[in-house]
């Protein structure tokens, strides 16, 4: 069994100039060029833009990292597979948060990033064995005398990937909540001095 899970890579068209996280071709030409503070919704409401900076960070950075310290608890306290995909899902979330944050502070966040994609694979990993053994189960896919077999392999594996995102799971998310959101706070104000275009 292969230990990499695909990928799905977007492939960016030659000649489509990056408008900060967004392309041009898929930014509606009326919003062009207009700020988060001046752009109204198609139903006339504007969107209030209350905070700027770093100021606008840390509230949702706790949520994610809140979110997934805690589903490492719930889901070791019953390991199934619906506990085991909300965990991943909010594991996926603080790497989006943490991507959004690489300039931060490079190389330290490129690794928590690395981190958390092999983790959420170990986690993906246990998810499609466990959607598959529903399957192979549901479908009687095998017969009953070599059926037994292909449900020990699937168990033994699951078993290991438990047992793999565990520890990385707990180390992730070990911190108090508060502390990752003030150290990036930290190090956003001395890229930001250091660095006039982070």
């Known amino acids: 069994m292969t230990e990499t899970r ?3 890579r977007r492939s960016r068209s030659p000649g489509l100039r990056p408008t900060g996280l967004l392309h041009e071709s898929t930014v509606r030409p009326d919003l062009l060029g207009q ?10 409401v504007g969107f209030p833009t209350a905070t700027e900076g770093y100021d606008a960070v840390p509230g949702g950075l706790r949520k994610s990292y809140v979110r997934a310290r805690n589903r490492t608890a719930e889901t070791y306290e019953e390991p199934t597979f619906e506990r085991f995909h909300g965990w991943r899902r909010r594991i996926e979330y603080h790497r989006y948060h943490t991507r959004l944050l690489r300039r931060v502070w490079v190389g330290p966040m490129k690794r ?4 958390l994609e092999g983790l959420s694979d170990v986690v993906g990993y246990e998810n499609d064995l466990a959607a598959f053994e529903t399957v192979m189960r549901d479908e ?3 017969a ?3 059926g037994a077999t292909p449900s020990e392999t699937l168990a033994a594996k699951r078993s290991e990937l438990h047992r793999r995102g565990r520890p990385s799971g707990e180390w992730l998310f070990a911190e108090d909540p508060d502390r990752p959101a003030d150290g990036l706070g ?3 104000t001395a890229t930001h001095e250091y660095d006039p275009a982070p």
């Open 140 to 142: 009687e896919l095998f």
């Open 186 to 188: 930290a190090y956003w």
């Open 35 to 44: 700020t988060p503070a001046t752009c109204e919704h198609s139903s006339g």
């Open 144 to 146: 009953s005398e070599t």
């Open 6 to 8: 695909p990928r799905q």
């Open 112 to 115: 928590r990033r690395a981190e």
